[in-house]
């Protein structure tokens, strides 16, 4: 039996062959992440061209699925109301564009500003969902997404 330098080696020496194959993955994952980014980013840029903005993108999607949408322009925090049947959706939407610009601060006056309306309008809590809506995911700061993926918030966020 060899010493423990001896076994070490001897590890590192059978190993040395998947390395490469590592680092290949990582830096393909990397690429494709890069090209997904780059994509959206112009497909983002085509849709504010043709009048798509991130405002009329969410209204189609949620009239797409069969929800009845309202804007809630005399509402301050809260963009739309989306409903059908008993489920019913408050919806804000956050166009920037900047790395983590969107803070844990944003999605707390959000959600303050929704239950807040909630009450106000005596909607049944458990019927009432909350959504903030984003043109990209890398706007949103880790404080943000942590609140977001929170189940007590009862808030999520959609990427369009």
Known sequence: MGSLSDIAINALYQLWHILPIIILIVLF????????????????EENEKNGLT???R?????????Y?????????????????????FLVKYNNSIDK???????????YKTASKYVKENQLEIKNV?????????????????????DDFYNCKYVVL
Do not use: Q, W
């Open 29 to 44: 994952k990397k690429y494709i992440d890069h090209k997904d980014k780059k994509n959206k980013k112009i497909k983002d």
């Open 54 to 56: 991130l405002e009329v």
């Open 58 to 66: 969410t209204i189609k999607k949620y009239e797409e699925i069969g």
């Open 68 to 88: 009845k949408v309202e804007s809630l322009e005399n509402v301050d925090g809260i963009d739309l109301i989306c409903s059908k049947e008993d489920k019913i």
């Open 100 to 110: 983590k610009s969107i803070k844990n601060v944003d999605i707390k006056a959000f």
């Open 129 to 149: 969902e909350f959504r903030y809506i984003v043109a990209n995911k890398d706007a949103l700061d880790k404080t943000a997404i942590e609140i977001l993926m």
